[in-house]
């Protein structure tokens, strides 16, 4: 059966039907199920004896959102505990809080006075401050029985939602158990890969959507995700503003839930939002003579919200409030270092996320960056920070002893006055000043810790290359991981932020929202309107600096279309490409994304074969070398290391047989990624691949042969075998697409810096680096980590002199 990957990348001034089936030049439906002898297009007629009721469904983002979210939420049983449990949670802080402010008497429970009858001898208990019931009614104010009767309303509608939502997944759950064979008890041993490839089976048998015969895992990927690909893209290219240039503290980062909320509403999903439905644009949003007058609408909309977000921001605020109190009161005075320790931002959560790429599969890659990046937050200290926490520490510990000690000896001192809040305080203090005094055993090593990061998490901006031990960096990368207690501030402070956002920021991006609707929105056959970024266009968007040498000229050239703002930034088109490749292996991609990732696999290869001779001026090197020797870099050190640090012989060039790592692990891919295919594409595949044609003087192949590792778009010319080591017998971690992708993330960026040097050292005059004969214009010898070409007398940087000083070997001769 065929495979229909038809993208109509058509002028958008014309009108749209459902699910993307446009209109032609006669103005007849493309998807008109009459006779028609001059179209090619193949209808599938279902007999009225097999009909199903998933046959056409008319609103498939919606479906399969749901489908993910009933998978990731472990079925019907767990989805309606958490539906009840979150609304007996807010009548418990409406209650709760109504009957603190009314039922309660301070005065007997702070013992201001005695209750009614009570003699010296006897103890005040709980129950003497808690008011009668008709007490409790007098002191009821007209404020806060408005709060109570909109606390009932908005109950109430929560109520009709939740009712509706499980409706709705109840067919989701007869969609699992009939179509997909899927119980609910069998969810937890079900990756989203596997539930995946059996929707697009039932959509051969159903034809769940009836515009095209065969649905692809990009489809799915684009209903789901549609808004946030738009959103990502975005905030990628600025049109959202989300960084504020503040007086003191110099620029600032905010982003929150509510902000967040407000935005999506009215750009995407609201009643007044651009999208007619959840997969067409309005047809006005295409027309070019029309972008005035819409964004002179979208402007008066956002001001509009953002009034009525000033308004009730007093009421949003208290909720908050009372939420935020209720859920980490508790977990601050049990553990009061929490609110010291790090999460990865709203920002940073947007920055960081490939697109077409799903929430279980952001978390895992950035879960897997936490470590790394929380030791590069903690090795820097202040010095007279330090000095004053250990002193500050020092006397507040000998106080909280000395109360400890006295409490244990007599219980009696608890009953003191404050003596319990002296304790408590104490406590806080001490846990506060840890955070400030620096480890012992701390070793200074920022260059190699943010290259760690970037392995796991993919992106981080150009500028912070060999400048990761500055507080500039420092101050930046907290804004995409940034303290828990930050975190807090930012959603309490929410509901006063974000209407002034909207009105005074937001409202003046209008126009731009509107050009890049116009611009970035690609017509797809089945699938309907989506942002053109998700296409992960290599051609269209791609970036010159982000594209392997090899990559032929044709292919490498912009599309004739392209201008300049058409590109990503960070190589995110790129990226997400291969992120998408090695989470779907059994995708196939079209014809300039799969040469580009075969000629990723080439360079690969190139660099793997120059590898014991051009260490420094070597991609694959430099981003080998700059990992670590436990983890994912102890992989990279016993796959990667030449015989110089080995002390082993060399066969025809190539390394030999004894530097390559056991691979048998196919099959144990984590749950949470869904991909059992092993490393398909990138250069874990690339360099297992080329094992193969590894041979010995003799021409006989040096490598003994093992499993397939399932070679997806890899080059006819090299061997899908993998490689079997005899030493250094390190056991791989078991999510080898993880593995996978983040090597080629560092050989990407290291091909993006050769790019960039490149160019500079292009630019300038009478530089003895560029080549003047036959290849002139082409750099030839990169500088690597800092240092400065070899024919320049230019003394060494001075972040390349600290990493020498500060920074351990990375690996051992």
Request: with cysteine; net charge negative.
């Amino acid at each position: 059966m065929s495979q229909n990957f038809q993208t109509s990348y058509q002028p958008l001034g014309g009108a749209s039907d459902r699910d993307g089936i446009s209109r032609g030049e006669d103005g007849e439906r493309d998807d008109d199920l009459s006779p028609d002898t001059h179209t090619s297009m193949v209808f599938h007629v279902v007999p009225k004896s097999s009909k199903s009721r998933w046959n056409h469904l008319e609103d498939l983002d919606s479906f399969f959102t749901r489908v993910y979210q009933y998978h990731q939420n472990h079925g019907m049983l767990c989805m309606m505990l958490q539906q009840l449990f979150e609304l007996v949670q807010f009548i418990f802080v409406v209650v709760f809080t109504s009957f603190l402010f009314t039922c309660v008497d301070y005065d007997i429970l702070f013992r201001n006075r005695s209750p009614k009858n009570f003699n010296a001898t006897d103890k005040i208990t709980l129950l003497d401050a808690i008011r009668t019931c008709d007490e409790c009614l007098e002191h009821f104010n007209w404020l806060l029985v408005f709060i109570i009767v909109l606390s009932v309303v908005i109950w109430l509608l929560r109520l009709v939602h939740a009712g509706f939502t499980l409706f709705q997944f109840w067919e989701i759950k007869l969609f699992f158990n009939k179509a997909l064979g899927i119980h609910d008890n069998d969810l937890g041993n079900i990756t989203w890969e596997e539930v995946e490839q059996r929707v697009m089976e039932v959509q051969v048998e159903q034809r769940m959507c009836i515009h095209k015969e065969v649905l692809t895992e990009l489809d799915i990927y684009h209903r789901i995700l549609r808004f946030t690909n738009y959103f990502n893209a975005m905030v990628n290219k600025e049109i959202i503003p989300l960084k504020f240039e503040m007086p003191f503290s110099g620029e600032m980062v905010f982003l929150t839930k509510g902000l967040r909320y407000n935005i999506e509403m009215l750009l995407f999903w609201g009643p007044w939002a651009p999208f007619k439905n959840n997969w067409h644009l309005s047809d006005e949003y295409k027309r070019l003579e029309k972008r005035q007058e819409l964004a002179e609408e979208l402007s008066k909309r956002f001001l509009y919200v953002g009034i009525a977000n000033l308004v009730l921001s007093p009421l949003i605020f208290i909720f908050q409030f009372l939420y935020s109190l209720f859920n980490y009161a508790e977990m601050i005075k049990r553990e009061p270092g929490s609110l010291g320790s790090r999460r990865w931002s709203h920002y940073g959560e947007v920055y960081l996320r490939h697109f077409n790429e799903l929430d279980h599969e952001m978390t895992a890659r950035l879960n897997r960056g936490y470590k790394a990046a929380s030791q590069y937050m903690t090795i820097f200290s202040s010095p007279i920070m330090a000095v004053v926490a250990k002193h500050v520490a020092f006397a507040c510990g000998a106080l909280f002893v000395v109360l400890a000690g006295l409490s244990i000896y007599d219980e009696d001192v608890l009953q003191v006055e404050h003596v319990l809040t002296f304790m408590t305080i104490l406590g806080a203090v001490l846990a506060g000043c840890r955070g400030f005094i620096p480890a012992e055993n701390l070793v200074f090593c920022p260059e190699l810790l943010l290259r760690r990061v970037l392995a796991e998490v993919h992106y981080l901006p150009d500028h912070w290359r060999e400048k990761a031990h500055t507080s500039r960096v420092r101050q930046e990368f907290s804004q995409l991981f940034q303290y828990k207690a930050v975190h807090i501030v930012e959603e309490l402070v929410s509901p006063i932020i974000t209407p002034l956002i909207l009105i005074f920021r937001l409202r003046f991006k209008a126009l731009d929202i509107v050009d890049f609707y116009r611009n970035f929105t690609v017509e797809v056959v089945g699938v309907g309107d989506v942002c053109s970024f998700a296409q992960m266009d290599v051609r269209r968007h791609g970036s010159p600096t982000w594209q392997p040498d090899v990559l032929s000229e044709d292919l490498n050239q912009p599309d004739s279309s392209s201008k300049p703002g058409m590109t990503t930034d960070g190589g995110k088109t790129e990226l997400s490409l291969i992120h998408f490749t090695m989470t779907n292996p059994k995708w196939r991609p079209p014809k300039e994304s799969s040469a580009f990732i075969t000629a990723l696999k080439t360079q690969v290869q190139r660099d793997m074969n120059a590898l014991t001779t051009l260490q420094e001026e070597n991609a694959l090197f430099s981003s080998l070398n700059s990992l670590s020797c436990d983890g994912l870099g102890m992989v990279a050190t016993s796959m990667f290391r030449p015989p110089w640090m080995m002390g082993g012989p060399q066969i025809g060039g190539q390394l030999q047989q004894s530097y390559w790592p056991p691979i048998g692990l196919r099959g144990r891919i984590s749950r949470v990624e869904g991909s059992r295919n092993g490393p398909s594409g990138g250069i874990l595949s690339s360099i297992q691949q080329m094992g193969s044609s590894v041979e010995g003087p003799l021409g006989t192949s040096t490598m003994t042969s093992g499993p397939i590792i399932d070679p997806v778009l890899a080059p006819s010319t090299i061997g899908p075998s993998s490689i079997i080591g005899r030493s250094l017998m390190a056991p791989l971690p078991q999510d080898l697409t993880a593995v996978n992708m983040s090597l080629s993330t560092l050989y990407l960026h290291e091909l993006h810096q050769r790019h960039r040097h490149r160019a500079m050292y292009t630019d300038t005059p009478h530089n003895p680096s560029v080549s003047q004969g036959p290849q002139a214009g082409v750099f030839h010898s990169v500088p690597f980590q800092g240092r400065p070409p070899p024919d320049s007398e230019a003394a060494p940087s001075v972040s390349f002199q600290r990493a020498q000083e500060k920074t351990p070997l990375l690996a051992d001769p």
